[in-house]
Structures are given as C-alpha cells and as structure tokens.
C-alpha cells in the first residue's frame, strides 16, 4: 500500500488499511552511512530511506546490502580451477 505517514506516496510493504504496523508506526530516518545512496530521498520530515524502514539497524553487522554508494573491492585472489572439470567443460 502507498504510505501515508511519513513517505508519503511510496510503496510500502508495512502500511496497511490502519495504518503503519512498523515498529511504534513509523521510519526512522537514515544514518550517516546513508547519504550518498541512491534510495535516499528527502520528505517532509526529512531524509528516509525508499527501501527501508530503519537503515540504521541494516548498518549494526557492517555495510548495509542495500547501499549503492559502497562498491566491494575484490581481493585479486582467482580460485584455484580444477583441470579436470575444466577439459570436461571445454569438451561439451
């Protein structure tokens, strides 16, 4: 349903007919790792998150999976690649 409480006119899965059943009824707004994101947005209340409802507790076990502004670097190690099953790959 479309929210009606604080991001008002964005889909939510929380809002039903009475009302926010989210946590005390309302968003939290966005931690100081949010901004830069993508699915920031500004409202009248201020700067929610579009995705979800407290983006500080997605931010407690370290990067939020949702955070468009952080790119996870790669630690340049290939994986050790088994030859056998590679010809058996290659052969069709």
Do not use: Q
């Not at 039903?16 to 500004?42: L, P, R, V």
């Not at 076990?61 to 590679?86: D, E, R, T, W």
């Amino acid at each position: 349903m479309i929210c009606s409480t604080v991001r008002e006119g964005i889909n939510c899965p929380f809002m039903t007919a009475k009302g926010c059943n989210y946590n005390n009824g309302i968003c939290h707004e966005i931690d100081e790792k949010c901004k830069g994101c993508n699915h920031c947005t500004e409202f009248s209340a201020g700067w929610y998150c579009t995705v979800f409802p407290d983006p500080s507790s997605k931010w407690k076990n370290g990067n939020c999976n949702f955070a468009s502004h952080i790119s996870v670097a790669s630690n340049g190690k290939k994986a050790k690649l088994n030859p056998i099953k590679a010809s058996k790959r290659k052969g069709g």
